[in-house]
């Protein structure tokens, strides 16, 4: 077995050597690309995945979210829960927040949207709304009949549904907000754009306003408390340390609250895998013409070879060898670019979508997966012609033109 594996290792090994020098490069750098394109879709659906959560985490939920128990509508005792919550060292703050959807009026037109009463000083521990202001100003806590805006809600700073928004709503200008049948007017004090539709198509009030058009003045009451953890730390780790603590509440991580993002993820998943068979496929039909050619070139080399005894299998190995040695120069060459050279690239120059700046996340997993299929489509067509002609009668490889 072993002398039978040197063999078709030598065989290999001089049909490379001996072979065209131009056809060898051409194969590899053939498989570098294939390989390479295995991969890229790969990184940039990673990197996507990684800025959707970011966006998730930064400017809607936080880390966790504590939501009523089961029957209840609001949280209660707020401030009591939120000291119990921020006692945990990995907790950076919390939000409690009245939420409700709402409408907002602006002249002819009218949109709907989620509105969330806040305290400024809290949701800026929690959210990165403030930093995301596009015009005007986030609120600030003695703020009353003032509104802030998501892009998708005011229209214009390259709103996604233009058509569904306000049209155009600039700040100091008076919206009317109707919510749950109590219609106030607000001034617009500023307009936020986060690259994320979700986050964009709500609202912000004050708490104390949200709190007199809900009619639950001085009930120390929630909808939810949104909680910020410490950068590194685990949310399912936050999640157990809180219900160690005695919380009743429903205690839920930003996970829970991601179900659109895997429908989006799981689109690009078909996508990518689409785009890998394809790839696949490429490399197939590269690799059964190369040793195809190879072989017809050589039937009477191969014929002389079983003159002499050489096995039928270790002339098909040979060949088989020889489409694992390019898929091994090319897979090589392909990760070593990948990892040093376009990975890197994309970590100083991201790639601009219209999520924002992404950078390549290169799986190593990913990448010894797409290592394998691209080796096992080497193998198969390689076998193919391999054995197609070396069943050959030996008269007929010799003489045959």
Known sequence: MLEKAKVASFLAARTIVRGNKGITIFTVFVLTLIFVQLVLFSSILAGVTVKFNELMVDFQTGNVVIEPEEEEKYIKDVGALQKKIESLPEVVGSSARLKKSGSIRYKEKEVGGTVYGVEPDEETFVTAIESAMVSGEFLSRPDRGEIVLGREVSGGYGALMESRSLGGV?????????????????????????????????????????????????????????????????????????????????????????????LIESTLMMVRNIMNAIGLLIAFVIIFVVIYVNIVNKKRQIGVQKAIGIEQNVIIASFVLQAMLYAGAGVTLGYLLMRFGIVPYTVTHPLEVPLGAVSLELDEFEAINRAVLLFLASIGASVIPAYKLANKDLLELIWEK
């Open 170 to 262: 600039e700040v100091g200008d008076t919206v009317e907000l109707t919510i749950s049948g109590k219609t106030r007017e607000f001034r617009v004090k500023g307009i936020y754009s986060t690259l994320f539709f979700m986050a964009d198509t709500g609202a912000y009030i004050s708490r104390d306003d949200m709190e007199e058009m809900l009619d639950v003045q001085d009930g120390d009451l929630a909808h939810e408390i949104a909680v910020r953890t410490a950068e590194g730390n685990d949310e399912f780790e936050t999640q157990r340390a809180l219900l160690s603590l005695g919380i009743k509440e429903n205690i839920r991580t930003w996970h829970e609250f991601a179900g659109i993002l895997r």
